[in-house]
């Protein structure tokens, strides 16, 4: 089993809204990441967890704040979000962080 | 700057012919590539991963690897309509930060024309 999965699927908010994104994976992969993605551009890497510790940090603005409650759970956490930032946020895992990455389906983020 | 770079297309290829979709990389230390698909809409979904210098195959898909060249390919035969999708090239290596990290390409949009 390869499955990733993301919740909510679809997520509009406001400008002053605070929500979370949220991501599972029962792999036992020890490194998981969060990508954001605009239309006709890769995947662009945001954070990186591994063994639940914050690896990366792609310098995100702090508007978006990662959390890893344990192994198989990942958070994205958005507040004060801008337009821009309207975009398909995924979730992705792996057994090391150079091998293969398995996405989840992703998040439709709007901020009006 | 690490790259991987492919052509955008988009690649237009006959139902039932070759479609081949090339990718180069900058980092000569890059020790692992991987090919995703990515239908409009959904996320990458992985279709090979290649580790050594050659050819791997899995059913109609075959990924070639040349590190001297520091190229990778990957061929789809018998190409099908539900092949049409953009395929991300990807490789994984030490980043300038020194962290480990896959480098995505921009990703090549093939069209399979019935």
């Known amino acids: 089993d390869t499955e990733v999965t993301q919740t909510p699927k679809h997520l509009v908010m406001g400008m002053t809204n605070k929500k979370s994104l949220k991501c599972e994976q029962h792999m036992g992969h020890r490194a998981m990441y969060w990508y954001k993605q605009k239309a006709k551009k890769p995947p662009e890497l945001m954070f990186v967890?591994?063994?639940?510790?914050?690896?990366i940090n792609e310098s995100v603005p702090s508007r978006f704040s990662p959390e890893c409650p344990n192994s198989s759970l990942l958070n994205l956490h958005l507040h004060a979000l801008q337009p821009e930032d309207s975009a398909l946020y995924l979730c992705?895992?792996?057994?090391?962080?150079?091998?293969?990455?398995?996405f989840g389906p992703g998040t439709r983020l709007l901020v009006l | 700057q690490k790259e991987v770079e492919q052509n955008s297309g988009p690649l237009s290829v006959p139902e039932g012919a070759i479609a081949s979709l090339n990718c180069t990389y900058s980092?000569?230390?890059?020790?692992?590539f991987f090919w995703y698909r990515q239908y409009s809409g959904k996320s990458p979904e992985l279709i090979m991963s290649i580790y050594s210098n050659g050819d791997k195959e899995d059913g109609r898909f075959t990924a070639q690897l040349n590190k001297a060249s520091q190229y990778v390919s990957l061929l789809i035969r018998d190409s099908q309509p539900s092949d049409s999708a953009t395929y991300l090239c990807?490789?994984?290596?030490?980043?300038?930060?020194?962290?480990?990290?896959?480098?995505f390409g921009t990703g090549t949009r093939l069209t399979i024309i019935p």
């Open positions: 980092d000569r230390v890059s020790q692992s």
């Open positions: 990807a490789a994984g290596g030490i980043s300038n930060f020194g962290n480990e990290k896959l480098t």
């Open positions: 967890y591994s063994y639940e510790k914050l690896s």
């Open positions: 992705a895992s792996s057994q090391g962080r150079l091998e293969t990455q398995y």
